[in-house]
Each structure stands twice: as structure tokens, then as C-alpha cells.
């Protein structure tokens, strides 16, 4: 049987910044690394062509692009420049991966393919509410990243949904360009770390918006501009009128692949070792938001592509 599938000395699974930065410098090198890129049949929460920038307006914040540039685009040309130097893509979900032996099998919705070596680049998505205009008005006034969009609502009232460490940090950030951050929370008390509690309520600009649910997020038909909410304890509902809404409920790591393959680190995100991108099986690298729950951004999963494309190409040295 594996003389009829197709040996290739590396496999990138995920075609966003990491995937396809990993891609390039594979293709470089020489490895000829063939991509299963993922397929539009799947939803958001899964593997996708291009990863989370698919779904992203406007960047500003990739370098290279003073006057910024679309989401896809960017990914559309990390693509290009990948197959441009050698690397072929495949508009393919991988089904399931054996691990069990070398090299591995991998099988996609229509290709099978043996890797010796293998890159998981499948991303994280974000954790959405599931509410009545949230889809509508999804990049059009909801986001789920501060860093990526806040500067788009300087000098602008918003709304951060969450109680953790990460809805804090974005209302602290938000808190430097908007005119006013007011925090949601479905609970009276917050599960962040009390420091950055502190913080938050040090802060003359950020609200608090305490034991009330978000009924619908509304709008004009164009972009958001409020959000309809419900006290937990009276049933009473009331409008919050904001330009921003973003939802900070945390992000979901796809693992569903390596599940019980490779280690993670206790918030289920795939564990590497320091200062590399090797995982707990030899051969296999993570890269990208799939093993970064801190940054989640374009330009280090890009980075840590590199790395995972330099690591494989060592590793593969090593074998002759």
C-alpha cells in the first residue's frame, strides 16, 4: 500500500500566516513541501483557506503595507508566493493522520500523501457568542481582536464582552484611543487575576456593565452601533450605544487531529519546546496560533512558521 502513495518530505497542514510562511521557506530549501490548505465546505471554527485573515477586513498592521492591505489579499499573495517557489497547495481537509508509524499517512478528503516530516500550522478560532446580529455584523463593528482592529474606533465609545485576563487587556489597550470601554459581563464579579483587576478599575475610561447578558447586538444595516442587554436578576432590558463590540471569551485551539498524539499545554493549545517549534513527537512541528495563546497574531505566526520550516529542514538533515 505505501508504494502507491506518494512520499513527500514535508507536509503543511494550514494555509494562514504560518502555514504558508512555513511553505515558503520550505520551498526554498528545496523540501518541496506540499499543503493541505483546508476546504471552504468547513465553518469558521475549523480548518479554512487561508486561516482567521480570511475573515479580517482591513490590516494594518503587517509590515510591508503602509496603506494596508485586505485580508485576503494578504493571504491570497503569501499563497502565490509559496507556489511560486515550489510548494503545491491542495484546496483539501486532512481527514485523519496515523502516527503510528514513519513516515506518516495522511488522509484527505480526496489525496493521500506519506510525510517525513510534518508541520501543524491549523490555527485557533475565536469563541463567539452565538447571538442575533453577531454574523451580521461580524468585521463591521464585531471583532474578537483588539490589537487587530482597535485602532479603527479611536476617539469612539466600545464595548468589551468577557470577565478573564484577556477581555481586561483589551479594554486596557482599547482604553488608549477610545473615548470610553465599557466591560460586559453575564457574572456581578470577574474571574481575572486581581492585578489586572486593579488595573481595570484604575482606569477612568473603562465602565462596567456587570450581571447582564447580550439579548442581540444592534445595528443599522451597515455597521453595529449598540448592543441590547438583559439584567440577569430583574429581566430588564436596556441599550448600550457603542461603535465597537469586542468579544474577548477566549479562542479554541484546532487540535482535533493530534488529539491524544501530541502533548498540550493546559489550556489545550499544542506544547513545543522552548525556544523551538518541535513537539512531543519527532518529526511533527506546531506552529502558529495553534501553539501561541498569548500573541495570536499575523506577523508572529508568520514567524513562527519560519522557525517550524528551519527546524523540519534540520530535522530532515539529520535523517540523510
Given at each position: 500500500m505505501s508504494k502507491e502513495i506518494p512520499l513527500r518530505k514535508l507536509v503543511v497542514i494550514g494555509s494562514g500566516p504560518a502555514g504558508c510562511t512555513a511553505a515558503i521557506y520550505a520551498a526554498r530549501a528545496a523540501m518541496q513541501p506540499?499543503?493541505?490548505?483546508?476546504?471552504?465546505?468547513?465553518?469558521?471554527?475549523?480548518?479554512?483557506?487561508?486561516?482567521?485573515?480570511?475573515?479580517?477586513?482591513?490590516?494594518?498592521?503587517?509590515?510591508g503595507f503602509p496603506d494596508g492591505i485586505m485580508g485576503p489579499e494578504l493571504m491570497q499573495r503569501m499563497q502565490q508566493q509559496a507556489e511560486r517557489l515550489g510548494a503545491q497547495v491542495l484546496l483539501e481537509n486532512v481527514q485523519r493522520v496515523d502516527f503510528s508509524k514513519r513516515p506518516f499517512l495522511l488522509e484527505g478528503e480526496k489525496t493521500s500523501v506519506l510525510a517525513q516530516a510534518l508541520i501543524i500550522g491549523t490555527g485557533a478560532s475565536a469563541k463567539w457568542l452565538g447571538v442575533k446580529g453577531e454574523d451580521t455584523y461580524r468585521n463591521r463593528g464585531v471583532s474578537a481582536c483588539a490589537t487587530c482592529d482597535g485602532f479603527f474606533f479611536r476617539g469612539q465609545e466600545v464595548a468589551v464582552v468577557g470577565g478573564g485576563d484577556t477581555a481586561m487587556e483589551e479594554a486596557l489597550f482599547l482604553s488608549n484611543m477610545c473615548t470610553s470601554v465599557t466591560l460586559v459581563h453575564r457574572r456581578e464579579e470577574f474571574r481575572a487575576s486581581q492585578a489586572m483587576q486593579q488595573r481595570v478599575h484604575n482606569n477612568p475610561k473603562i465602565k462596567m456593565a456587570l450581571g447582564v447578558v447580550i439579548e442581540e447586538i444592534l445595528g443599522n444595516g451597515k455597521e453595529a452601533t449598540g448592543l441590547l442587554l438583559k439584567n440577569l436578576k430583574t429581566g430588564v432590558l436596556t441599550t448600550l450605544p457603542v461603535n465597537g463590540i469586542f468579544i474577548a471569551i477566549g479562542h479554541s485551539p484546532v487540535t482535533e487531529l493530534v488529539e491524544g498524539v501530541l502533548d498540550k499545554q493546559e489550556n489545550g493549545y499544542l506544547k513545543v519546546k522552548p525556544g523551538s517549534t518541535h513537539t512531543s513527537l519527532e518529526g511533527v512541528f506546531a506552529c502558529g496560533d495553534v501553539a501561541d495563546a498569548r500573541y495570536r497574531q499575523a506577523i508572529t505566526a508568520a514567524a513562527s512558521g519560519c522557525m517550524a520550516a528551519l527546524d523540519a529542514e534540520r530535522y530532515l538533515m539529520e535523517l540523510g
Open positions: 506540499l499543503v493541505f490548505a483546508g476546504g471552504p465546505s468547513l465553518s469558521d471554527a475549523q480548518r479554512v483557506p487561508g486561516g482567521q485573515l480570511t475573515t479580517t477586513t482591513e490590516v494594518e498592521n503587517f509590515p
